[in-house]
């Protein structure tokens, strides 16, 4: 179980990563040659109203969204993880509080 | 018998994520109140107060990993340790948020997500090599070759940090850098802004590596007693095979 949400985190961060990778990749690089082998044989008139309209808005919105989530998501997994040793330690006591008093019974027969 | 770990005593995780929590409010007011917004980029230039931040505190955590590490390999020392993983994660997870805020700040200032640029490609690199070392920690068992293999990937891994630090003189890279030691780039209220978001992330950096620490030496306390149990339920074995029936 522990070792399926170990590999969950890790594919979600490789995920992340490659993703990132890929839309840098196939998003705007390729934009970016196209745009620089035309601009070598010519000037083409844009529409009005087209061309790179991205808003600076939504991609600093999206910039501190990342940010939250990724310490939020970080937090929110070392407390799971907190609870789950503080379980272990309590069955651990439950454990030992057992055979202290299972080794006196037979420590007192003997 | 009663099961004590090394994490009682003084905790200081509440002040420093009080301390943080109140830093990162006074720096999203300075942030979106106080500095100007950038004549040329406009507002996707606010990415510039977390960016940068999360990159240097990364760059702490990885230092503080190797730092660990060269402790747990010199004097074997199993709390280094636990401060080495807890650099890796930390730092992992600040590199993270510098390589997903980059490139969105990019593709406004550049026209473009991701480029071939050396201190891109260098700090993508840097990541990849912690990523590899939790990686390797969360698959290859509480083990000690693999706590060794680790402190050594660690150790190597920093020297990618002077590399990244140093990319854009040595290789004229295009990234900008706006604070050298001529001065700054900025006006006087994006450098209030800026140094007030350093000290929160700062502070917001501490108090998750210490929770990690604390986390991680409670789970090597965990290990420690089940191994104590397990001499324990021999001991009562040979007891009850003693006693007479």
Redo the contacts between chains.
Sequence with gaps: MSTNRRAGTAAAVMALTWSTSVSAQDGSGGTADAMADLSATGFVAAEPGTGDQIDGGMLMIAGYGVFWALIFGYVFILARRQRRVAGELEELRRRMEDLDDRLDDAEGQA | ???L?RTRGFDALPWLAGAAALGLAAALYLIFGYAPTERT????Q??FY??VP?AVVSYVAFFLCCAGSAMYLLKGSVTADVVARAGAETG??FS??T???G???A??AW?????GEPRLMLF?VL??IF?AY??VR??GGRTELTRRICAVLAILGVADIPLVRYAVRLWRGNHPQVITRDGGGITPEMGVALAVSFGAIAL?FAA?FW??I??GL??E??ER??RG?AR??Y??ED??A???A
């Design positions: 018998m009663e099961l770990t980029m406009g507002i996707v606010k990415i977390i960016h999360c992992v997870l993270l948020v390589l997903t805020t490139p969105l700040w593709r406004k026209g473009t997500f991701w480029t993508l990541m990849l990523a939790l990686v969360n698959f917001l998750l929770a990690r604390r986390v409670a789970e306390d965990v007693y089940y149990l324990r339920e001991r009562v007891a009850t003693g006693a007479p």
